[in-house]
């Protein structure tokens, strides 16, 4: 998250308001041995965007850095020898820089598809999406493969700004509210070397790039992973708790009983989740209280308004309202 930070002290006088306002420090940004948590990388790009007042302020700051912004991983793809290793050190060591994240390299007809998912999921929310894949797009294209062809990016979240203001980032076509978060591009020579290759520097890299791997907590925190797992199964499928515990390949009473020695109950944790993604939905004046319902897994529009009620204080049309 180095890159939206450094890009947000430039644009904001004082951006140790949104990192205090996202649970977060100074040292927890520029310490490269720190990995932030997902809620709060997600409050993050989501209270920068308050700040500046730009919808797409993760997708601008992903594209906003420099090589002193780079974190291990990512100086570590950039001096390998060939796009190939590159994307193999990419895929191995994607989880140093965002919890459970996966990168996954395949084909759809002549064209390479280079899709992300969290827990198996396209990632989500929208500001998150945009700054994973932005920044992968802009590390590609600037640090390592500088004639990179991309002919579209996907995403799975409706858009949150104009098409236009999209265009004036990134120069390629974009797809919303596809079935993956993905970059797809034409074919390249992968074994073709890198001008920024380090045969040295990347031994060294990956040596440590692999103690670090190795020193990452397995098995989280359940109150953690089950958060996460709800940030990104919202709007995908069911989030009953029986879905949860499947997906943790335990019983429904053994996550009960591992949530509450954590102080935590799985319906409060559902409603937070709820709350973080619809206060990111309800800005989107596209979209009606139906829809943002069925997003957030409610039953009825009537289950949204008491909870937004119980969240804000007011019903989501005077909210809405007050936004203009």
């Known amino acids: 998250m180095l890159p939206a930070f450094r890009y947000l002290e430039q644009v904001h006088s004082r951006p140790t308001d949104v990192l205090e306002a996202s649970g977060l420090t100074a040292l927890d940004m520029t310490d490269h041995q720190r990995r932030i948590p997902q809620p709060q990388a997600n409050a993050f790009l989501r209270q920068g965007a308050l700040a500046t007042g730009d919808p797409l302020f993760a997708l601008r700051s992903s594209q906003a850095f420099d090589r002193g912004n780079l974190s291990l991983g990512q100086v570590l793809i950039s001096v390998q020898p060939t796009g190939a290793e590159a994307f193999k050190r990419a895929s191995r060591f994607a ?131 089950t958060a996460s797992w709800l940030q990104f199964r919202l709007g995908q499928g069911p989030v009953g708790i029986r879905d949860a515990a499947d997906a943790f390949h335990m019983s429904e009473r053994t996550l009960r009983r591992r949530l509450g020695d954590n102080g935590i109950t799985y319906s409060a944790l559902l409603d937070a989740a709820r709350r973080t993604h619809c206060m990111e939905l309800i800005v989107d004046p596209n979209l009606n209280l139906d829809e943002i319902s069925v997003a957030l897994g409610f039953s009825t529009t009537s289950s949204l308004r008491r909870a937004f009620h119980r969240w804000v204080g007011v019903n989501p049309r005077e909210y809405r309202r007050g936004l203009r």
């Open 95 to 225: 989880s140093l820089q965002l919890d459970a994240l996966t990168l996954h390299l395949g084909r759809s007809g002549k064209k390479a598809v280079c899709s992300l998912a969290v827990l198996g999921a396209p990632i989500r929310p929208g500001p998150m999406a945009e700054y994973i894949l932005g920044l992968l797009v802009s590390l590609g294209r600037e640090v390592v493969i500088p004639d990179l062809r991309i002919t579209h990016l996907e995403f799975a979240h409706r858009s949150m700004a104009p098409l236009e203001d999209y265009a004036a980032i990134l120069p390629h076509r974009l797809r919303f509210q596809a079935s993956r978060t993905a970059a797809v591009f034409s074919d390249s020579n992968p074994d073709a070397p890198l001008r920024t290759a380090d045969p040295v520097l990347a031994e060294l890299l990956e040596e440590q790039a692999n103690l670090r791997l190795a020193t990452l907590p397995v098995g989280r925190n359940i109150r953690q992973r």
